[in-house]
């Protein structure tokens, strides 16, 4: 089984409409992360999280909202799906500042109409 | 802020030859990461390889070595003996030490490998 895994892997919207992306992790990670990947601009953070009570606003967080409902799950909300967040999301998890090294879920691909 | 340009939007490689992709970034910091992720069809980002800036030995993995330059603020990926199968986006990403990991990318370079 996947160690970080993404649901869904696709979704079609509509402009207005309020959607959740969901990351789960078995790996045991304290850090979590969502990413957002658009052609040409690489993989851009939208938010972070350290521990359940301890969440940060990344390079590009407005129109987002996350929730870090456990240590192994880690929530992305567009509260009012606008068509400039079509893009593909990525969440990935870290097991430290010593190691450093970030682990990714498969993605999901996000079209708002 | 950092910034990791990569200035090779794409490239192509025929199978069992050496080809390199290219990164600099810019930075003020001293003690920080460098990585290679590559991303393939399945859109899965997948670490290559990773350095440490302190180490002046360059990383290597297998057919995957990179070619460090601090001060030069380079850090090219070459991968020998190209395989069909390293056809994918290829992502050079940035990471200080003790900001709690987060990355910044570059923009990536689309290899692919022609039989």
């Known amino acids: 089984d996947a160690d970080v895994t993404q649901t869904p892997r696709n979704r079609i919207t509509k402009t207005g409409k309020r959607i959740m992306l969901e990351c789960s992790q078995t790996k045991g990670h304290d850090r979590m992360y969502w990413y957002r990947q658009d052609p040409g601009l690489g993989l851009r953070l939208i938010y972070y999280?350290?521990?359940?009570?301890?969440?940060n606003k990344g390079e590009i967080s407005d129109g987002y909202s996350v929730s870090r409902q456990a240590q192994a799950k880690f929530s992305l909300s567009l509260e009012s799906a606008i068509p400039n967040q079509t893009a593909l999301y990525f969440c990935?998890?870290?097991?430290?500042?010593?190691?450093?090294?970030?682990?990714f879920g498969p993605g999901t691909r996000l079209t708002v109409l | 802020a950092q910034t990791v340009t990569q200035s090779q939007p794409e490239m192509s490689v025929q199978e069992a030859e050496t080809v390199t992709l290219s990164c600099t970034y810019d930075t003020s910091e001293n003690n920080y990461y460098l990585f290679w992720y590559k991303q393939p069809p399945s859109r899965q980002m997948i670490l290559v390889i990773r350095q440490e800036a302190y180490k002046q030995q360059n990383a290597t993995e297998n057919r995957f070595s990179v070619n460090f330059q601090k001060a030069a603020k380079s850090f090219s990926l070459k991968i020998s003996d190209s395989q069909l199968g390293d056809t994918a986006m290829y992502f050079c990403?940035?990471?200080?030490?003790?900001?709690?990991?987060?990355?910044?990318f570059g923009g990536g370079t689309r290899l692919m490998v022609k039989p």
């Open positions: 999280s350290f521990d359940v009570k301890d969440i």
């Open positions: 990403a940035f990471m200080k030490h003790g900001a709690g990991n987060m990355l910044t």
């Open positions: 990935a998890t870290s097991d430290g500042p010593l190691q450093g090294t970030q682990y």
